[in-house]
Structures are given as C-alpha cells and as structure tokens.
C-alpha cells in the first residue's frame, strides 16, 4: 500500500505532462486564426449643397432615403478582382469591390420591369455633366422629348446627372449608363428604363474611382 501511495504522485504527473504535450502538438495541427482586416477608410460624405463646375449640386436629405441606400463600407464576399463593379437589379445596389473582402456600397435606381436586364459590360467612357440624347423608341413612347432628338445640354435637370459611365455590352453601345439624377428620390425603385440612376453626390464619387476598362456585372 505504500509503494502504491509512493508511485501515485509520479504517475499523475507522467500523465499531466502526457496530456499536455497531446494539446500542444494539436494546437500546433491548428490553422492559425488571422484577424480580420479592419475596412478601409474614407473621408466623410457630404451630401450638402455645393458647386460642381458650372453647375449646382442639390442637397440630398438621407432622412428620406432608407440606410441601407446610403453609400457605405460592407463586407462583400466575391472572386471579382478589386476595381470590378457588381450590381444587383433585385437589391438595387451597387458593389466596388476594394481589397480584404470590402466594398463600397452604393443605392440605385434601376430598370422597371421590362427594361431590367443582366449580363457583363465594360465602362467604355465616361463624361462630366454629359449631353442626354433620348433615343427614337423612347421619344416614340414620350414624344414630348422629341425637342431633345439632337441631344439636351448638360445641366442640374439633365436626365443623365453629374456624371455618366457609359457601358459597351457585347461588342456595342447598346444605351446603357451608370449615372446621376435631379429626381433622387427615385433612389431604390424600379425606375428607369435600363440605366443606373445613383444620387448626384454618388455618381460624382464612383466617377472618380474607376478607370475607362472598368468591368461592369449585372445580376
């Protein structure tokens, strides 16, 4: 009974050590967990009145816009390489995506039903305070534009906003734009007949980020 009793303290101590080394060697099994990247920053968004070239920019008031609308940092999972633009019709937003899983998040307007459409396209240009010229089925369909057949100056109630990015889709301009507009509270319907309406102050944010070549996903 005593050389048990003697013997008792080395065993569990045999063990310990035992179980020790067995948790060591399988934390070292472990992957190790990297923290994830703290998004980017940028300056604060200003959607007061202010000048813009020739032209006013009118104030948006974000209290008649629903939060998710409004331009923001997201976590955005996705294969695309940074720079590539996302849009999703259904959710009426549109992705840019930046590094370490982020994007920059904007709201939309987009096509009502019969004019939405999906597919993959290219910023073959882009225009400040751009000309709107409506094409012949739309002014055949309204024909009180038919004053802007040979195009409307740019301008705040210009159709086209700010800032347009004009999309090339399968080989060809086929009319499709990323651009501003007067009527911001259109921001978050289906309304337009195919293009992307964003809030002037947007429009003029996105312009600025991304190059002529840009990749353009509709979904």
């Given at each position: ?74 976590r955005y999972e996705t294969d695309e390489p940074t720079g590539t633009i996302i849009i999703e019709n259904q959710n009426r937003l549109l ?125």
């Amino acid at each position: 009974m005593d050389h048990i009793q003697a013997i008792s303290p080395l065993i569990r101590r045999r063990r310990l050590l035992a179980l020790t080394g067995s948790a060591m060697a399988l934390s070292a099994c472990l992957p190790a967990l990297t923290p994830t990247p703290p998004p980017p920053e940028f300056p604060p968004i200003d959607y007061s009145t202010r000048r813009d070239g020739p032209h006013q920019l009118q104030a948006i008031d974000l209290q008649e816009i629903p939060e998710f609308l409004h331009r923001q940092v997201v976590r955005y999972e996705t294969d695309e390489p940074t720079g590539t633009i996302i849009i999703e019709n259904q959710n009426r937003l549109l992705y840019l995506v930046l590094e370490d899983g982020y994007s920059l998040r904007y709201g939309l307007s987009v096509g009502r039903e019969g004019f939405d459409w999906t597919g993959t396209s290219t910023v073959y240009r882009k225009a400040r305070w751009p000309t709107w010229t409506p094409p012949p089925e739309m002014i055949k369909r309204e024909p009180h534009l038919e004053r802007w057949k040979d195009g409307q100056p740019g301008g705040p109630q210009n159709p086209l906003g700010a800032r347009a990015l004009y999309l090339m889709t399968d080989g060809r301009d086929q009319g499709y734009r990323i651009h501003g507009t007067p009527e911001w509270r259109s921001i978050g319907r289906f309304a337009s007949s195919g293009c992307f309406r964003m809030l002037q102050q947007d429009v003029i944010d996105l312009y600025n980020r991304v190059p002529i070549g840009t990749k353009v996903i509709v979904i």
